[in-house]
């Protein structure tokens, strides 16, 4: 009896090690690209990442290097935590498309809205899709009280707006990863969305807005990137089946003015 009690306490033992193994793993990969775990006060650091994978044909790319500056308004920091979705819900960046031309898209940032709690989506990310029409997520979600929930790692490629294309001024900007499917922004996107206000769990066009905190927190994380203010835009905006609205009820000048207290983004 006392052998079989010490051999499950053994057990129990080395399971606690591991799961203890694979949380400082996480933690530190998450680190390299966005800085100290939640609740940690972090210093300005003075040291910039580029994320960048390895090129080749139709193979993850290393053309798109999304910089983190890790610019930090003295006097906010966000909350931040690790959420990550199954492999199955995002993939790799690209270098060239599905036919073999190249793509060499400056990185844009497109602001979603999550329709229902950051719980929701974080469970259907994290839930295996093995049906490519069925895949989903965003790089980050930024909560009702401003945390920020790091989802899809910055390198790789959320699968956030399906049929969708950025008029930029240079003309249509738009990618083909796969035959099978409408091309997409998602190869040079980072997705990020905001939790919708409980009166905005419906259809309608409008309702309350988001708070305070998502906006700093947008701001905060925006001026981590070096994505020019002119390729920030919304799910509405690249969609091209005119069923997208979010994020509803967006207010562009509420974020910019926070966006532009960062000195790399003043006005």
Request: glycine share 6%.
């Amino acid at each position: 009896m006392g052998d079989r009690r010490w051999f499950k306490i053994g057990v129990y033992v080395g399971a606690f090690c591991l799961a203890m193994v694979i949380t400082m793993v996480l933690a530190t990969t998450y680190k390299v690209f966005f800085g100290p775990p939640q609740g940690i006060a972090a210093a300005a650091p003075s040291y910039t990442v580029e994320a960048t994978v390895e090129a080749g044909a139709n193979v993850p790319s290393a053309n798109h290097g999304l910089i983190y500056t890790a610019e930090n308004n003295p006097t906010y920091r966000p909350l931040e935590r690790v959420e990550l979705a199954d492999p199955s819900n995002y993939g790799e960046r690209y270098d060239v498309d599905a036919y073999g031309q190249p793509l060499n898209h400056e990185f844009l940032a497109v602001l979603h809205e999550t329709v229902w709690s950051a719980n929701s989506a974080i469970n259907t990310f994290q839930t295996y899709h093995p049906r490519d029409e069925d895949q989903v997520s965003y790089h980050s979600i930024i909560d009702r009280d401003g945390t920020v929930i790091y989802v899809v790692p910055p390198e790789k490629r959320a699968f956030g707006a399906g049929n969708s294309v950025f008029e930029g001024p240079n003309g249509p900007e738009t990618a083909v990863t796969n035959p099978a499917f409408a091309s997409s922004v998602n190869n040079f996107a980072y997705h990020i969305s905001l939790v919708t206000p409980s009166d905005g769990q419906d259809n309608a066009s409008t309702h309350s807005g988001y708070t305070d905190a998502q906006y700093k927190s947008l701001a905060w994380l925006m001026a981590q990137t070096t994505i020019p203010e002119a390729r920030i835009t919304t799910h509405a905006a690249v969609d091209r089946s005119g069923s997208r609205q979010d994020p509803r009820s967006f207010n562009w000048a509420h974020f910019l003015e926070y966006l532009h207290q960062y000195p790399s983004r003043a006005a």
